[in-house]
T-cell receptor, first 118, second 106 residues
Framework: EVQLVQSGGGLVQPGGSLRLSCAAS????????VNWARQAPGKGLEWVSY????????FYADSVKGRFTISRDNAKNSMNLQMNSLRAEDTAVYYC???????????WGQGTMITVSS | SYELTQPPSVSVSPGQTASIACSGH??????NSWYQQKPGQSPVLVIY???KRPSGIPERFSGSNSGNTATLTISGTQTLDEADYYC?????????FGGGTKLTVL
């Protein structure tokens, strides 16, 4: 089955770190751009980061720039989001999504909840 | 910074046509996409590149984009179309989502 399977997440204290993974099943990640987006409880979607394997472009939202790092693991056919210096306002469900063309996300992972709290 | 503005809510009767607008400066010069999200579920792409439907999306979903406004139109709206809808576009090196519109079918 073609899908994105996310792992990682949970409860972390402010200032802490966490790594999310997004594994591709049924297709090769290197053929697609990948985005991370998040959704705070009861709120709308917020884009977080973008990676293109074809151009090596990496972009971040201003809200996470310098704290989050997107990377890929070709051996595991997966993408990672390393999140450092976490803040309460980072609390959200995080989604990975693939983009066959840069402009639209045609497949989303199941989402993983990150709670930043002491 | 670039913004996409959507109405918070839209109501429609079953079988009628629902239209959800998304406005942004010169949005018509960009590709716009639309996503449907039901409670507790991941978003689903319903329109991309302004007016294209992914495979598996019913024909009652259509899109347009011109000037400063993109519009998602759902013809013959069904109760299962009740969901939150988000528009999305790129501005330079940033992805922008609209604030979302809750579509109520009643």
């Amino acid at each position: 089955e073609v899908q994105l399977v996310q792992s990682g997440g949970g409860l972390v204290q402010p200032g802490g770190s966490l790594r999310l993974s997004c594994a591709a099943s049924g297709f090769t990640f290197s053929d697609y751009s990948v985005n991370w987006a998040r959704q705070a409880p009861g709120k709308g979607l917020e884009w977080v980061s973008y990676f293109s394997p074809s151009t090596s472009d990496i972009f971040y939202a201003d809200s996470v720039k310098g704290r989050f790092t997107i990377s890929r693991d070709n051996a595991k056919n997966s993408m990672n989001l390393q999140m450092n210096s976490l803040r309460a306002e980072d609390t959200a469900v995080y989604y990975c999504a693939r983009a066959p063309t840069r402009d639209a996300f045609d497949m989303w992972g199941q989402g993983t909840m990150i709670t930043v709290s002491s | 910074s670039y913004e996409l503005t959507q109405p918070p809510s839209v109501s429609v009767s079953p079988g009628q046509t629902a239209s959800i607008a998304c406005s942004g400066h010169k949005l018509g010069d960009k590709y716009n996409s639309w996503y449907q999200q039901k409670p507790g579920q991941s978003p689903v792409l319903v329109i991309y590149q302004d007016d294209k439907r992914p495979s598996g999306i019913p024909e009652r979903f259509s899109g347009s984009n011109s000037g400063n406004t993109a519009t998602l139109t759902i013809s013959g709206t069904q109760t299962l179309d009740e969901a939150d809808y988000y528009c999305q576009a790129w501005d330079s090196s940033t992805v922008i989502f609209g604030g979302g519109t809750k579509l109520t079918v009643l």
